[in-house]
Structures are given as structure tokens and as C-alpha cells.
């Protein structure tokens, strides 16, 4: 169903890859909340995905560009406000990678290299999106910017590795810009913390299958889908949020407030055996 909540609105999409990403259903639901809109990601990633016919669906441009590289955003936000006619009035940040993830690299081995890529992609591309569409001037007053995070900015989470040390820092990024871009255009800048999502990039993190399972049970009301996301990103896109600033936003079912559910204790009663090494130890890691 559609409310309107976007009409006559322009928006840029990052991060979109295929149909399972969180920004590619924040990108259908826009135009279908009335908003038009440009997407963007990396040469390569338009290349391998299928980003081509998400354009096609929504009759949207496709514009290529590396986050890391501040002309290429700087490009962006221009191409953007010429095809779509205007000064930007939301955009969202769905961008993050590790490279020690994908190459199995445990926390306390990182190679710093990696790591490094890891904090430029997932976070460093947050403030560089944000100044580049400052200097331009290319948001609209009262625009919304929305970059996706998770928990494991703030709680230690098994197998999320050095992308929660880029998640903290991307939720620092929104409340330090959001005070200077509040201040100065009236731009609001939120993050939206939300529940383990089997996504692309989020199948890549270690025990992945067994986290959403558990976020799952102990959650009140379940976790969150990417449609569900998408339509939380409407909200904070639209008119409805126009005082709502600097804040971390958890999207998870409720969570983020839970320390033990009955669930839980039922199943850690019957046993830890598996997790014991041969003197009967557990194995924490």
C-alpha cells in the first residue's frame, strides 16, 4: 500500500546490488511512495548485478561511483540534481564491507591493510558523502539522510568482526554532521540500527545463520525484514521526521532491550556440552 509520503521528493539510493539488498527495497518503495530517484554503486558492482534492471523497473539513472572517492560522490550528487531537477531531499548509505570478513580473518589477526578498506568503505564514505553534498549545497532544507547500522556498534556480537568498529564510527559520523548540517541547512541525519538481515553482504558474516535465528526467537516481535526496513526509511525520508536528528534508530523487533528471554534460558539449560573442549572448558570464541 502506498501512503505518498514521498511525492514530488528526490532521493539517491547507495548501495543497491540485487534484489535482496535492503537498498534496492528502499529504492522500489520510494518510487512507489511517489519519490524519483537516482541509484548508485561501483562500476563493478553494476557490472556483476543486476542494478541495470532495477533502473529499468523504476526508469531511474544508474550513476557508477567508488564511495571511497570524494569526486566520484561529488559527481553523483551533481548528475543527481540534474536529472532529477533539483536540490536532493533524501538519500541513504547502504554500504559496507570487510575485507578480513571475506578473507576469514579473526579480530585480534586483522591485517590492518584490510582493515583500513573496511573503515573507508563502511564509514570514512559516509562523511565523505556528507561533506561532498554539503559543499554543493545539493540537500534540500529539512533533506534526510539515512545510513543502515547495527548493534554491533554497541554490544559485542560473535563474527561481525572489524565491521563493527566501521558501524560505530558511521554512527559518530551521523551525530557529529548532523549537528553542523542541523545547524547550518536544516539537514536531519539518522541511522537506522536494524535486526540481522540475509542480505548479500550480510550472509558473509561468520555464524550469520545462527544469529538471525537467535535475534529471532528472543526478539518480541521477531526480526525485522528488509521490506520492513524499506518502510521504516520511508518515514524517516518523509515530512513525518522533520525534528528528528542525530539519533541511532534500532529496528530489530525490540532486540536491542532484551537481556534474556524464556526461550533463551530454556535453551541454555540443556547443555553447553558442544561448545567444551576435551578438559570441559568452554570454547567462548
Known sequence: MSYG???????????????HSIAWKV?????????TITISNTALAIRMGEINELGKQLNCEVIPADATCYEDLQEVFRRSQEVLGGKIDFVLHSI???????KGR???????????????????????MLQAAKKLDAIAEYGSVVA????????????????????????????????????????????????????????GIKGMDRLFDYANRISPLGNASAEECADYCMVMFSDLTRKVTMQNLFHDGGFSSMGMSLSAMNTYEKGLEEFMDENGNIIYG
Not at 27 to 35: D, H, S
Not at 96 to 102: F, K, Q, T, Y
Not at 107 to 124: E, F, G, H, P
Open 148 to 203: 543502515l547500522t547495527y548493534m554491533a556498534a554497541q554490544r559485542t556480537i560473535f563474527g561481525y568482526n572489524d565491521m563493527a568498529d566501521a558501524k560505530a564510527m558511521l554512527e559518530s559520523i551521523a551525530r557529529s554532521f548532523g549537528y553542523i548540517y542541523g545547524r547550518e541547512r536544516n539537514v536531519r541525519i539518522n541511522t537506522i540500527s536494524q535486526s540481522p538481515t540475509m542480505t548479500t553482504a550480510g550472509s
Open 5 to 19: 509520503l514521498l511525492k514530488g521528493k528526490r532521493g539517491i539510493i547507495f548501495g543497491a546490488l540485487n534484489e
Open 27 to 35: 529504492a522500489v518503495k520510494a518510487v512507489e511512495e511517489g519519490a
Open 96 to 102: 559496507g564491507m570487510s575485507p578480513n570478513v571475506r
Open 106 to 128: 579473526a579480530y585480534d589477526d586483522l591485517d590492518y591493510t584490510m582493515l583500513n578498506k573496511t573503515l573507508d568503505i563502511s564509514a570514512i564514505s559516509f562523511h565523505k
